[in-house]
């Protein structure tokens, strides 16, 4: 992990933050079991730093916004770092895909079907936070909880 990510871990408002993808009911709807039954947010929301567009997280921030918690814990990048980089999931699409284009599009309202773009870092974060932080607006550290694993 690049030296100096665990300090762009923020409690961010979820209203603040802008979705770049449509989420899916269905993976919603497990995502939204699955924080219900553990009571365990795995991994942050990845944001861009300038806009705080969405560039991986859309069902986890969504199932936030559903539970009635403002705030969820979102990992900040510059995403215009060469270390990250963006491909089409979705097989078929023609387009070439920009991160320009991304941005502006997501801040347009123009947001592409769910899971059709894949961001690469060259890191994950794994903070297996407990809910209850973000729901009660616990500002305690989280630094002891985050792990790393491969991309």
Known sequence: ???????HIQFIQVHTLISHEK???KRLRMVMEDLGRTKILRKPVVVDRSTHVILDGHHRCQAFIRMGIEEIPCLVVDYFDNDIDVTF???GMKQVL????ILRRALEGKLFP???TKHRLPFRLVINMHIEIAEHKHKKSIS???TR???
């Open 23 to 25: 989420v899916n009911r």
């Open 114 to 116: 769910y899971k059709t």
């Open 149 to 151: 694993r491969p991309a």
């Open 89 to 91: 999931r979705r097989i």
């Open 144 to 146: 002891g909880t985050i």
């Open 1 to 7: 992990m690049k030296r100096g990510y665990m300090e």
């Open 98 to 101: 920009f991160k320009e284009m």
